[in-house]
């Protein structure tokens, strides 16, 4: 099963940005779907991006234009570049796979129900 550890989360004032990492273990990059998640206390798990298989990228509403989903493949790490940080995208992010297999539902790629592995997360909090 894969193994997925994100990195790369801390604090910056509103405007700022950070880079998450996500690295991978134990997988082979375009057998998978991947996503990132945000969660903050007391709300839901959220959907903020998705890698579809053949490297195609979908992005939530809230952070279209201000997150950039990427990979290197060479390294097996999965990258969330967030810039124009906003107060609201404070949460616990997550990185999760698919299945091996599964490619990313077009409908459903925001669903945390469609992920089965996990990474433990990585805090970030934006001041304003």
């Known amino acids: 099963q894969v193994q997925l550890v994100e990195s790369g989360g801390g604090s910056v004032q509103a405007g700022g940005s950070l880079r998450l990492s996500c690295a991978a273990s134990?997988?082979?990059?375009?057998?998978?779907?991947m996503g990132w998640f945000r969660q903050a206390p007391g709300k839901e798990r959220e959907g903020v991006a998705a890698?579809?298989?053949?490297?195609?990228?979908t992005y939530a509403d809230s952070v279209k234009g201000r997150f950039t989903a990427s990979q290197d493949n060479a390294k097996n790490t999965l990258y969330l570049q967030m810039n124009s940080l906003k107060p609201e995208d404070t949460a616990m992010y997550y990185c999760?796979?698919?299945?091996?297999?599964?490619?990313?539902?077009?409908?459903?790629?925001?669903?945390?129900?469609?992920?089965?592995?996990w990474g433990r997360g990585t805090q970030v909090t934006v001041s304003s």
């Open positions: 134990g997988y082979t990059r375009s057998t998978y779907c």
């Open positions: 999760a796979a698919r299945p091996p297999g599964w490619d990313c539902s077009t409908g459903y790629w925001n669903s945390e129900y469609e992920y089965t592995s």
């Open positions: 890698i579809f298989r053949d490297g195609r990228v």
